[in-house]
């Protein structure tokens, strides 16, 4: 168990309204990602932290954006939710020296 | 973009099977990881390899890297209803930093009792 959990675990939401998604760690690992996972495109790197402040974009990071004010707090903002952005959100943290990912548990995000 | 393709992408089989799930490139990884998700959960990292042409055993799963790190295959002996699940591999390009692991789409596996 890497100590990671993400919150909320299940969200509903209408087109246009914010969401933000939260991720924690206890294991104090530098850094952090987020990503989605839809069927056909596999996972997908959103955005990822590589330290308190210092964030990063990834592959799809249009419509979103993050935030990292302590270490173990990663927090993922949907400004405007649109229904594309329905998905399945995971957290990482990684482990030296081949960056190896550990998973939290998946937000289930729908937009109507 | 470095992409790591995985064949197949569904894979029904019998218990008691063997089977061999596949992951290639183009390009040349630094290291190639696997892992296994199951319904509503995250990925579960089984096995980073890193050396060209090297094998790891993870009791009845047989990991392999190309010669020319590549390429990757999962060999699974005797499968077990419980080894149901997506399969993936993912990379590290040569050179990559934070952001530098590719993830294929994985292989759906599902073994029947």
């Known amino acids: 168990d890497a100590g990671i959990t993400q919150s909320p675990r299940h969200k509903v939401t209408e087109t246009g309204t914010p969401v933000t998604l939260r991720c924690h760690q206890t294991?104090?690992?530098?850094?952090m990602y987020w990503y989605r996972q839809d069927p056909g495109h596999g996972l997908r790197l959103i955005h990822y932290?590589?330290?308190?402040?210092?964030?990063d974009k990834g592959e799809v990071s249009d419509g979103y954006s993050v935030s990292r004010s302590k270490t173990e707090d990663f927090l993922l903002t949907l400004e405007s939710a649109t229904s594309s952005q329905t998905s399945v959100y995971f957290c990482?943290?990684?482990?030296?020296?081949?960056?190896?990912?550990?998973f939290g548990p998946g937000t289930r995000l729908t937009v109507l | 973009t470095q992409l790591l393709e995985q064949s197949p992408q569904f894979l029904s089989i019998q218990e008691g099977e063997n089977l061999t799930v596949y992951c290639n490139s183009s390009?040349?990884?630094?290291?190639l990881q696997w892992y296994r998700q199951e319904p509503g959960e995250g990925p579960v990292l089984l096995v980073t390899?890193?050396?060209?042409?090297e094998v790891k055993k993870l009791k009845r799963l047989t990991f392999q890297f190309g010669d020319a790190r590549k390429d990757s295959s999962l060999h699974i002996t005797a499968a077990q209803t419980g080894d149901t699940g997506l399969y993936l591999c993912?990379?590290?390009?040569?050179?990559?930093?934070?952001?530098?692991?590719?993830f294929g789409k994985g292989t759906h596996l599902i073994i029947q009792p």
């Open positions: 990482a943290i990684s482990a030296p020296p081949y960056n190896e990912q550990f």
């Open positions: 294991e104090n690992h530098r850094y």
């Open positions: 932290s590589y330290g308190v402040k210092d964030t």
């Open positions: 390009s040349v990884f630094s290291s």
């Open positions: 390899v890193v050396t060209g042409g």
């Open positions: 993912a990379g590290i390009s040569p050179g990559g930093g934070a952001d530098g692991l590719t």
